[in-house]
């Protein structure tokens, strides 16, 4: 979720203005006191006539499965010209595909930066609901889970079908994460646990959120897999992941003692890593 993708960001030091919607009610309360610990409360943070909830349930191995309520939330029209105000000489444009945004997109397009997108649990490129991010998106993410295909040809149809896509990656679980190039390389790195398993709600906001942070920083998909990898392993090792985050210091102390190999290869050709 967006406050989710923004704490992780801010915490790694990135200047983070967040659009979201916070219902008028006692979840709205909380959220917004949550939002104001973590420096995130701001002009983007609209009211809303309720508060969007989810429920994860957690199995003993750590798997998860999460059941959200959205429909308060989606009913909401987002103002244009608040998103316009927060998103001016911004660097990255990170969006959710909750269904308010949805009328920003054009908007965001205009703003001439890379547009980050994670499309979670997709299972087809032509998904109705989710092209219109896909048909803007710089960098698509998205879970393994229920996709059709392996994650090259998954690859391989989402640069076919959507030419201004330039980087897509899939969270793996278990066996990592595969980032693809368009100009055809193929970044695998394994899953890494420094804490173990305990949940994995949030996973893969967190691998998303720290690729974004690491990459806007050098440029480098390679070294912004291994630490996104890193970070990932790491958060899910707390029993309540949401309320664990690293700083960049943290995250380079980790780095620098578990040791991440990335194997490169090809995913328009059989060279896969």
């Known amino acids: 979720m967006a406050s989710h993708v923004a704490t992780i960001l801010r915490t790694l030091g990135d200047d983070v203005r967040l659009c979201t919607v916070a219902g008028s009610d006692p979840a709205g309360d909380l959220i917004r006191a949550d939002l104001r610990a973590r420096g995130l409360l701001g002009m983007g943070v609209i009211n809303g006539p309720e508060s969007s909830f989810s429920v994860a349930l957690v199995a003993p191995d750590g798997r998860r499965r ?26 990255l444009a990170v969006l959710t595909n909750a269904r308010f ?18 499309v979670h649990l997709i299972a087809d490129v032509d998904d109705a609901y989710n092209r ?21 040809e998954w690859m391989a149809r989402v640069f076919g079908s959507y030419p201004g896509c330039a980087i897509a ?36 906001d967190s691998l ?24 990932a392993g790491w958060k899910i090792g707390d029993t309540f992941p949401s309320a664990a985050w690293l700083t960049e210091d943290e995250l380079k102390r980790l780095k620098a003692i578990h040791t991440v190999e990335a194997r490169v290869g090809r995913w328009d050709t059989a060279q896969a890593p």
């Open 208 to 231: 998303f959120a720290s690729f974004l942070h690491c990459w806007l920083a050098t440029g480098n998909p390679v070294d912004a897999l291994r630490s996104a990898t890193i970070y």
């Open 101 to 118: 945004v949805r009328p920003l997109l054009e908007h965001a397009e205009r703003l001439g930066v890379p547009i980050a997108v994670d």
């Open 66 to 91: 999460g059941h959200a309520y959205l429909a308060a939330v989606n009913a909401v029209q987002y103002p244009t010209e608040v998103f316009r105000r927060q998103a001016a000489g911004v660097d």
């Open 169 to 204: 990656g899939v969270g793996m679980g278990e066996r990592g994460c595969a980032v693809g190039l368009r100009d055809g390389r193929l970044v695998h790195v394994s899953a890494v646990a420094p804490r173990g398993v305990v949940n994995t709600a949030g996973a893969g």
């Open 132 to 152: 219109p991010w896909l048909e803007v998106a710089d960098i698509v993410f998205c879970s393994h889970e229920r996709l059709p295909c392996g994650p090259t």
